[in-house]
Each structure stands twice: as C-alpha cells, then as structure tokens.
Nanobody
Framework: QVQLVESGGGLAQAGGSLTLSCAAS????????VGWFRQAPGKEREFVAA????????VYSDSVKGRFTISRDNPKNTVYLQMNSLKPEDTADYYC?????????????????WGRGTQVTVSS
C-alpha cells in the first residue's frame, strides 16, 4: 500500500526555519519524483518544490526559491523540505506527492500519490 506521511509542521516566527519530512512506504521510492505543494486557507493548492528520483535535479517556485531547499535520502525513503527565512505568507498546509517519473513534474495533476499534509503557521 502506497503511503506518504508528512511531519515537521508547526508554528514558527517570521524569519525562522522549519524542516518538513515526507516518509514513503509501499513502493520503490527511488523510482519516483517527489514534489511539495501547499494550500493556504481560501486559496488553491500551489507548487512549492520538486526533486528528481535521483536527487540530482530540483525545481522551485519563484516564491520560495533561495529560501527553501528540497532534498531526499533514498535509503531512508524520505524527502525533506528545509524552509528558511519563513514569511507569514508561507502559512499553509503542506503536502508531499510522488510520481513514477524520470523528470521533475511541477503540475499537481501529474502526481498520483499524496500524503495527508502537515500544517505550517508563520507568525509575524
């Protein structure tokens, strides 16, 4: 059974940092690209970052580029999202998603496995 479980969310102050984790099970993790998406209250879900199955290629949205870093540890079946210089507008539910792919998809409709999300709140 494919499962993605996010953790590491919580409350942070503006300018602070949080690291999210996405633990995968039930599939060959190293064959899958992984993306992070977020959904703020009252807004549509948006792309944040994605990483190729090898970890060699990464893509970021303009809103997080230079502040967030996506990485993965394939032996541990885990993807991380290091979030620095947090802003109140980063407040959202964060989801990880996986897709059997050799590329780095940024569109959410291309991902077919999703976690349940973890909440991030950034106070000003």
């Amino acid at each position: 059974q494919v499962q993605l479980v996010e953790s590491g969310g919580g409350l942070a102050q503006a300018g602070g940092s949080l690291t999210l984790s996405c633990a995968a099970s039930g599939f060959t993790f190293s064959w899958y690209a992984v993306g992070w998406f977020r959904q703020a209250p009252g807004k549509e879900r948006e792309f944040v970052a994605a990483i190729s199955r090898s970890g060699d290629d990464t893509v970021y949205s303009d809103s997080v580029k230079g502040r967030f870093t996506i990485s993965r540890d394939n032996p541990k079946n885990t993807v991380y999202l290091q979030m620095n210089s947090l802003k109140p507008e980063d407040t959202a539910d964060y989801y990880c998603a996986a897709r059997f792919s050799s590329s780095v998809p940024t569109q959410e409709q291309l991902y077919n496995h999703w976690g349940r999300g973890t909440q991030v709140t950034v106070s000003s």
